[in-house]
């Protein structure tokens, strides 16, 4: 059983250097993410995600130190496949040769002896995941992994790895903006484990960007994710305000909208603050949407759809 929110941790391991280019936050600092990550625990969540990618493993090493002594308490999901090559080169390596070396590296550094949730971070490759899903098999009855499954919003992929026996989990990215109404069925409707990340569109939909939008340094790729004039497109999603009250603000309508979606079993926003969590949390205590609420959400989404540059 895992909380409705969950932590995701790309943000805590570090900048994520990838082929010269930033990929990621800013460091947060290793102390400050080893205490956020324990802080998140004593408010009750107990979901982490991570990768072996995120900073080159710095964020398993610091998801190990801070859950040490409290790992009985946390539900672990960490990601293979994508790795940060010797040159700070993408590498994309999910082989039957690579996984075992890259589970026995994530054991490793997060200080366990099992992987909760030991997901894909790249897409399945026919003819070698039939072998992979053959060696997680053994994982699992050997106690080194629990659930497995694939990080993706590609259909196609999670239907293959369902054939091969190796689909638990789904990890998707899904928003007010995108609700991925096909993929969530299929998750609620297979009962699969549903770990929903890109709550927020980027920023999109926190509500922090609406009259200034983030400022990015020129090599972060995040950068030239935007979408025509970072300031005009920002400022379109404002458009949701007016569904906001004095309990529910922009983080906790995001949030609410997923938590009443079919597919949803926790969220794992990438706070930077514990009271980024303390936000989140809220959500969770907020009854559903109703129904005139969703109505507009979804002609508010056509409004900025057709805004929005291709």
């Known amino acids: 059983m895992v909380t409705e929110i ?11 250097l990838l ?17 956020l990550i324990r802080e998140a625990g004593e408010l009750g969540i107990n979901f982490i995600d991570t990768a072996e990618q995120y900073g080159a493993g710095e964020s398993e090493r610091r998801v190990g130190e801070a859950l040490e002594g409290r790992r009985d308490q946390w ?11 010797p040159n700070g080169e993408r590498v994309n390596d999910s082989s039957p040769e690579r996984v075992p070396l890259s589970l026995e590296d994530s054991l490793r550094r997060l200080r366990t002896d099992y992987i909760d949730v030991y997901v894909y971070h790249t897409g399945p490759t026919e003819g070698e995941a039939e072998k992979v899903a053959e060696f997680l098999r053994k994982a699992k009855q050997q106690g080194k992994i629990r659930a497995t499954g694939i990080s993706t919003n590609s259909l196609q992929h999670v239907e293959y790895l369902h054939s091969l026996g190796c689909l638990d989990v789904v990890q998707y990215a899904k928003s007010m903006m995108d609700p991925q109404r096909e993929l969530s069925d299929w998750v609620a409707r297979h009962d699969a484990g549903g770990v929903v990340r890109g709550a927020f569109a980027g920023g999109r939909l926190s509500g922090r960007y609406f009259r200034q939008p983030p400022q990015f340094a020129v090599d972060d790729t995040r950068r030239y994710r935007q979408k025509g004039d970072p300031a005009e497109e920002f400022a379109r999603y404002a458009a949701f305000e007016e ?19 079919p597919g949803t079993s926790t969220i794992i926003p990438g706070g930077k603050s514990i009271q980024d969590y303390h936000q989140a949390i809220r959500a969770t205590e907020l009854p559903p949407l109703t129904e005139a609420e969703n109505k507009r959400i979804a002609e508010l989404r056509e409004d900025i759809r057709a805004w929005a540059p291709a």
């Open 243 to 261: 569904l906001l009250t004095p309990e529910r603000g922009m983080i906790q309508l995001a949030l609410r909208f997923l938590l009443d979606t």
């Open 75 to 85: 539900v672990i999901g960490t990601k293979f496949g994508a790795q940060v090559g």
């Open 6 to 16: 969950g932590v995701g941790a790309w943000q805590l391991g570090g900048p994520l």
């Open 19 to 35: 082929d010269g280019k930033v990929d990621g936050h800013p460091e947060l600092g290793h102390d400050f993410c080893v205490r």
